[in-house]
């Protein structure tokens, strides 16, 4: 077996920049000498040799070769070394085959975890969808459990019905305060979060293979849950200014829409409510159900719900207003569904966490939840300047959202940039990221990055945002993530 030559690595590694770090440029290096040097099957010198060589430590030589083994690119055998393999790009290939021949599980289950999914890493710099906890005001929240489990609350440790009276009557009361909405306590159904809410839905207004239309790029997070209810989804592309490009029709009747409610995530724009008309009067779905992701106080114009209306429903959540690990939220439905979804939800879910609700209700009554999202949205506007400015000269990216009250801002490059191959190398540098590229549909040719702001603060974001711009700018000159050009 040819053993691959250590001079052409050595001079691609001293080419690799310097706010890389060592094992991302290692990586680099060897993908290039893997595609344009070494051939096929060729052994890799000792790995003595090559720290030697190279300059490295033992740790970051094996951790750039097992992340070049997972990715397809070498290979290894015990006692036999390590050797080249034939080049190939891990995300052009589907795990929906390799699912489906390896693993004794459902349809829906093959479908939901062959696409995008939740990230195993939920912390880190610039990780999207998580709020800013640490400053949240946990010391009054702990303080909240003392002054509700007395003894004569003992109904708060059994199962609810419908859910806790008082806590309905807050998120009424903040409905009309937000959202400009005017609803009954009745339609508001309790749930543990929003995938809750909309895995309700599902059950309750559709059957299995009924279609569902969503936006591209859409909430994976909404995707996944329809396709594990047994629901067909279609994506139909939205442009900020130019609305829906609606190509083609589903040749099936469409029973629901999606939309995300006043702020599009994950493109981090307000949304518009003249085109979400526009595509219901086209598709004319039996029921719109809105995911109230994101907010300010006065973008409620750009919601279509309508507590009168007998087919519109809004879900929404308070884990991205105050802590992800609290999974409560709440559904508002019409009138006539109220009493038949809350049975449904009792006779599939059951209810509980009484005790919460509890909580949350007079965290709400005692003005709590106002005072600390008034103080977080200006935070993340703030917060999403300092991004914004960073990068908005980076030559690549050809469009940033606008900086705004929510705690994801959405960045787009060019069509020739491979997104998920960036999000891949930020992750090595501890830079955490969502590409977009994956929830888009395929007549949908945008990706980017989608970034949060709620993990980063005051001298520790400047720092990270000035650095999360380096990298990029380093890691958009690499060959590697261009993607190729088809010809004809």
């Known amino acids: 077996m040819e053993i691959a030559a250590l001079a052409p690595l050595i001079e691609r590694y001293q080419r690799q920049s310097d706010t890389l770090g060592k094992q991302v440029r290692l990586e680099q290096a060897m993908l290039e000498v893997i595609r344009h040097d070494w051939p096929v099957g060729a052994r890799l010198p000792a790995h003595r040799t090559m720290c030697k060589s190279l300059g490295v430590a033992r740790n970051t030589l094996s951790l750039a070769v097992k992340s070049l083994i997972s990715e397809g690119y070498l290979s290894t055998g015990q006692g036999q070394g390590t050797w080249t393999r034939r080049p190939f790009h891990p995300q052009r290939i589907s795990r929906g085959p390799a699912l489906e021949a390896s693993l004794p599980l459902s349809r829906r289950a093959r479908k939901v975890l062959g696409g995008q999914g939740a990230s195993l890493i939920q912390s ?9 906890i640490g400053r949240f005001p946990m010391r009054k929240w702990r303080q909240l459990y003392s002054s509700v489990t007395v003894p004569h609350n003992a109904l708060l440790l059994s199962y609810s019905s419908g859910g806790y009276g008082p806590l309905k009557r807050e998120i009424r009361d903040f409905l009309r305060r937000w959202r400009n909405i005017d609803c009954d306590t009745q339609q508001i ?7 809750h809410g909309i895995e309700l839905c599902a059950l309750a207004l559709a059957d299995e293979g009924q279609r569902v239309v969503m936006e591209s790029p859409c909430y994976w997070g909404a995707r996944n849950v329809f396709l594990a209810s047994g629901l067909e989804t279609c994506r139909v592309p939205w442009v900020p200014g130019a609305g829906h490009q609606m190509s083609c029709l589903p040749d099936e009747e469409v029973q629901l829409v999606y939309f995300t409610g006043s702020h599009h995530y994950p493109l981090s724009v307000p949304t518009s409510r003249a085109d979400k008309q526009a595509l219901c009067d086209v598709y004319q779905p039996a029921y719109i159900l809105e995911d109230d992701y994101e ?14 209306s007998d087919n519109r429903l809004l879900v929404g959540s308070f884990s991205k207003l105050m802590f992800p690990g609290l999974r ?3 559904l508002v439905v019409p009138r006539a569904l109220a009493g038949p979804m809350n049975r449904l939800r009792s006779e599939v879910f059951r209810e509980g966490r009484m005790l919460d609700q509890a909580v949350l209700a007079q965290f709400i009554a005692d003005g709590d939840l106002d005072a600390w999202y008034l103080r977080i949205q200006r935070e993340y506007l703030g917060r999403q300047q300092v991004v914004h400015d960073q990068l908005r000269q980076v030559e690549g990216i050809v469009d940033i959202s606008p900086p705004s009250q929510a705690i994801s801002l959405c960045v787009h490059f060019d069509e020739n940039i491979d997104d998920q191959r960036v999000a891949q190398l930020l992750m090595k540098e501890h830079l955490i990221v969502r590409p977009l590229s994956p929830v888009c549909c395929s007549d949908d040719r945008r990706c980017g990055l989608v970034l949060g702001v709620g993990m980063l603060t005051g001298d520790s974001l400047v720092r990270e945002a000035e650095r999360l711009r380096r990298t990029i700018e380093t890691i958009l000159r690499l060959k590697d993530v261009r993607r190729k050009r088809i010809a004809g």
């Open 124 to 132: 880190g710099a610039f990780v999207p969808g998580i709020p800013d």
């Open 189 to 195: 159904i309790i749930t543990e979060g929003t995938h």
């Open 295 to 308: 907010f300010s106080g006065d973008d409620f114009d750009n919601l279509m719900y309508d507590p009168q």
């Open 328 to 330: 409560l939220g709440y």
